[in-house]
C-alpha cells in the first residue's frame, strides 16, 4: 500500500514569506497524478493543484506545483493571512486509488 | 455552478444503521466519479470509496471494504454512504466529492460534510 508523507508538520512563516511544503511518495507517482488541496478550518477541502503543477480554476499564481517521481512540492510565495491552513498531497492511481498525505499546517504570523 | 448538498448532523448509538446522502446540482452526476472522504476529529484525509453513478461502478479503499456501502440514485442526483452497525470509531466529518471535470484523479467538487457522532 502507498503512503505520502508531507513535511515539515507544521510551518510557521510571516506574511510576504515564500512557503515550501513537500510531499514524498513510497511509490513513484504516475505522470500528473500528484494533487494539493488547502483545508481551512471548520471547511471543506479545496482543490488547489491538479496534474502536479496545473492551478485549479479561481487559484492565484501564487500557488505552483512541481516535482517528479516521489519528489513533489507545494510553493506559495508572497504568504498572505488568508493561506493560514492545512495543505494536503494526494496521489492517484496507487492502493488504494487515492492516497492522502498527513497534511501539513501553515500558520501565517 | 456544482453544488454538492450534504444531509445533517446525526447523532446515533453504537450498533444503529445509518445512510447520509450527497445531492449533485451538477448536470454531470452520472458522467462523474463521486467519492466519500472521512476526517476522524482532528485528523487527516481517508478516501473510503467511489461510485460512477452512470451504471453504479463502485470501488472502495481496502480499509472501509465491507465497511461501508456506497450506493447511488441518479433519478435524483444523489449519491449515499450506509452503515448497517456504527461503532464509536465511525465517528468523524464525511465529505462527498466529485471528480474534477475530465478527470478523475482528483475531487474538485466538495460537499459541505456531515459530522457523524456514535457514542452510547
Known amino acids: 500500500e502507498g503512503v505520502l508523507t508531507q513535511s515539515p508538520g507544521t510551518l510557521s512563516l510571516p506574511p510576504g514569506e515564500r512557503a515550501t511544503l513537500s510531499c514524498r511518495a513510497s511509490?513513484?507517482?504516475?505522470?500528473?497524478?500528484l494533487i494539493w488541496y488547502q483545508q481551512k478550518p471548520g471547511q471543506a477541502p479545496r482543490l488547489l493543484i491538479f496534474?502536479?503543477?496545473s492551478r485549479a480554476t479561481g487559484i492565484p499564481d501564487r500557488f505552483s506545483g512541481s516535482g517528479s517521481g516521489t519528489d513533489f512540492t507545494l510553493t506559495i510565495s508572497r504568504l498572505e493571512p488568508e493561506d493560514s491552513a492545512v495543505y494536503y498531497c494526494?496521489?492517484?492511481?496507487?492502493?488504494?486509488?487515492?492516497?492522502f498525505g498527513q497534511g501539513t499546517k501553515l500558520e501565517i504570523k | 455552478e456544482v453544488q454538492l448538498v450534504q444531509s445533517g448532523a446525526e447523532v446515533k448509538k453504537p450498533g444503529e444503521s445509518l445512510k447520509i446522502s450527497c445531492k449533485d446540482s451538477?448536470?454531470?452526476?452520472?458522467?462523474?466519479?463521486i467519492g466519500w472522504v472521512r476526517q476522524m476529529p482532528g485528523k487527516g484525509l481517508e478516501w473510503m470509496g467511489s461510485?460512477?453513478?452512470?451504471?453504479?461502478?463502485?470501488r472502495y479503499s481496502p480499509s472501509f471494504q465491507g465497511q461501508v456501502t456506497i450506493s447511488a440514485d441518479k433519478s435524483i442526483n444523489t449519491a449515499y454512504l450506509q452503515w448497517s452497525s456504527l461503532k464509536a470509531s465511525d465517528t468523524a466529518i464525511y465529505y462527498c466529492?466529485?471528480?474534477?471535470?475530465?478527470?478523475?484523479?482528483?475531487?474538485?467538487?466538495w460537499g459541505q460534510g456531515t459530522l457523524l457522532t456514535v457514542s452510547s
Open positions: 466529492a466529485r471528480q474534477r471535470e475530465g478527470s478523475s484523479t482528483s475531487f474538485g467538487y
Open positions: 451538477g448536470y454531470r452526476f452520472t458522467n462523474s466519479w
Open positions: 461510485i460512477y453513478p452512470g451504471d453504479s461502478e463502485t
Open positions: 511509490q513513484s507517482v504516475g505522470h500528473g497524478y
Open positions: 496534474g502536479t503543477s
Open positions: 494526494q496521489q492517484y492511481g496507487s492502493s488504494p486509488l487515492y492516497i
